[in-house]
């Protein structure tokens, strides 16, 4: 929950004419829901696509305050994240709430982000894989298979988000090959074609190393995304990252 009008139109001048500098790397901007009109203006005919940060599973109608998949498709929008960290610790969104949002994106022709991480606790009481096998079996269990190799899933622990700790490259690893696993049991064509991004505190100092490894596929960056020069850094990274690998 960050921008304002000025603020975003600094930001997204500096990040266009940055990215401009790297090829065949997918670039995502999610603005908060109020300004995703003047972000997806901003954007227009530029190389950078506009997300979504939440929607709702419900299309329309009696419910107040919240946002429809479809509100958000006119101005462009094609990826929503769900189930991000901060809606599941602080509006205490269910695996089961996270599994029907996914599902109605799906269903909207649209890309959900799917967001999965262990707290602390269950870090060190070595659930890791445990629990974040558990978020993203209850969403996969609701997607279609033919849309399963669309989804992206983004590692984000709980206990590296805006904390400045990050997980290092070989624990992510870890994470996210468990992850890439468990969908290859459902579908391994599936699971090779899937993007599964590192989301605990990316920044540009350790973006190169986290995106070396086989089964980190790009970054759900947070607060380094709020400078542009920082953001352009990690596009670097993933360029590179592509490039070599």
Request: glycine share 12%; net charge negative; aromatic share 4%.
């Amino acid at each position: 929950m960050n921008g304002n009008l000025a603020a975003n139109a600094e930001l997204i001048a500096g990040i266009l004419k940055g990215v401009s500098e790297y090829d065949g790397i997918e670039v995502l901007v999610c603005p908060p829901a109020v300004y995703t009109a003047q972000v997806s203006g901003l954007l227009d005919g530029s190389r950078v696509a506009i997300g979504a940060q939440n929607a709702s599973a419900f299309e329309g109608g009696a419910y107040t305050g919240e946002v429809a998949l479809g509100m958000l498709k006119e101005f462009g929008v094609r990826h929503v994240i769900v189930g991000h960290s901060e809606r599941r610790a602080l509006f205490a969104e269910s695996d089961e709430q996270v599994a029907q949002k996914a599902k109605a994106v799906c269903a909207a022709g649209m890309v959900p982000i799917v967001c999965v991480g262990e707290t602390l606790e269950e870090r060190e009481a070595g659930k890791t894989v445990e629990v974040v096998s558990h978020q993203l079996k209850t969403v996969l269990d609701s997607i279609p298979g033919d849309a399963l190799a669309q989804v992206v899933v983004a590692y984000e622990p709980v206990w590296a988000i805006g904390t400045g700790r990050t997980a290092t490259p070989e624990q992510a690893q870890e994470v996210h090959a468990a992850l890439r696993e468990l969908v290859a049991g459902i579908d391994a064509e599936a699971a090779g074609r899937m993007r599964i991004l590192y989301g605990g505190s990316v920044n540009a100092a350790n973006a190169a190393q986290l995106f070396a490894k086989p089964d980190i596929d790009g970054g759900l960056v947070g607060g380094a995304s709020l400078k542009a020069n920082e953001f352009i850094a990690i596009c670097g990274a993933a360029a590179d990252a592509k490039v070599t690998g």
